[in-house]
């Protein structure tokens, strides 16, 4: 929900991208005020995001060329803690 709320309430969007590298990049892309919760200050995800392509972890994706289809998914994720 946290995540949903900077993304003016959208949980589910579509974007379009040859390859997965760029499906990513536009994921990122396509709701700006995602970025300073995906992303710290060095550009880097930040720890406690996970950003998963058709349930493969992002991390370990890499063929970042390979062809994108329209049923992939990409899938962030935001971890919460406290108590």
Known sequence: MLLAAHAGGQRDF???????????AAARDALPGLRPLLDGED???????????NEIDE???EDRERVATDRD????????SGG
């Open 14 to 24: 579509t974007i379009e991208a040859i390859s997965v590298g760029d499906a990513l």
């Open 59 to 61: 991390d370990s994706i």
């Open 43 to 53: 550009g880097r995800r930040r720890p406690h995001v996970r950003v998963f392509y």
């Open 73 to 80: 998914e990409i899938l962030i994720i935001q971890s919460v």
